[in-house]
């Protein structure tokens, strides 16, 4: 059981404020969208609550132990983080990327140990990219590449899935599949806090929207409670139809 919890956190890019005052906290069994529009602070928030980037203000624990303080290894084996930016440093095939999230374990590609060789295979499958495993990942499409970086994430077997945007390049089916890999994930006792664009996705899966404006964190809730025609009229500027989970965009505002 993975808990991260983010309390007061601020980010500061000189004078400009990236984030401000943010507190939210994630935990096992929820799976958590994170929404908000382009430069509202979602990535500076996610980095900075990972520990990732520095915080000017406030703190961020997971399971009660400081981010800012925990060694790269340590936060690896607690949290999956699928990065927006996803380089790599040089092209190798799939199944070696795969294995990377092995890595908090002390494995590496062409180093692993059974359990590693079963994560990593259980992640291939699960992504379906079986028949890709021996690609060299110089030679994928965009949506094949993010669907490799995500079963990379998902074989390092951690607790917490913090994910930004792990849908972005890929076609409806795919996208579907990717969300509900994270459902099972977070059904088998994970937590996923995952910034998603398309808030029709967001809806229909998440257990909890957190709604994120100019930096602040405005609203966190249960979808039923937080996604309004007025919320998205005063957060993304459309006009929308909802009912439910249901939203239908009209247009901008
Ligand atoms: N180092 C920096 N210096 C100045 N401004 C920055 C810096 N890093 C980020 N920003 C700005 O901070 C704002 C928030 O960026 P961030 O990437 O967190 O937004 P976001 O909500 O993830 O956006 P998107 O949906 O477009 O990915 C943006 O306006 C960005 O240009």
Known sequence: MTELVAEKLSVHAGKTALVAQADFRV???????????????????????????KANGGCASIDGDN???????????????LPQ??????????????ALGRYAYGAAPGRLGNQDADAVERALMKCGLKELASR?????????????????????????????????????????????I??????????????LHDISLAARYASRMIWMKDTRIICDGP????????????VFGVRAKVNGRAVEIEGAA
């Open 27 to 53: 935990g096992a069994g929820e799976f958590v969208a994170l929404i908000g529009p382009n430069g509202a602070g979602k990535t500076s928030l996610l980095r900075a609550s990972l520990g990732l980037e």
């Open 223 to 234: 979808v039923e409670d937080t996604l309004t025609a007025e919320r998205m009229a005063d």
């Open 67 to 81: 981010c800012a303080e925990l060694a790269p290894m340590q936060r690896a084996r607690r949290v999956a983080y």
């Open 182 to 195: 994270i459902h099972q994930y977070v059904a088998a006792g994970g937590g996923a806090l995952v910034v």
């Open 85 to 98: 930016q996803r380089p790599l440093a040089w092209p190798n095939t799939v199944r070696d990327v795969v």
């Open 136 to 180: 060299h990942t110089d030679t994928l499409s965009g949506g094949e590449l993010a669907r490799v970086h995500f079963a990379r994430a998902l074989a390092s077997d951690a607790g917490l899935l913090v994910a930004d945007e792990p849908v972005a390049a890929l076609d409806p089916r795919h996208q579907f599949r990717i969300m509900d």
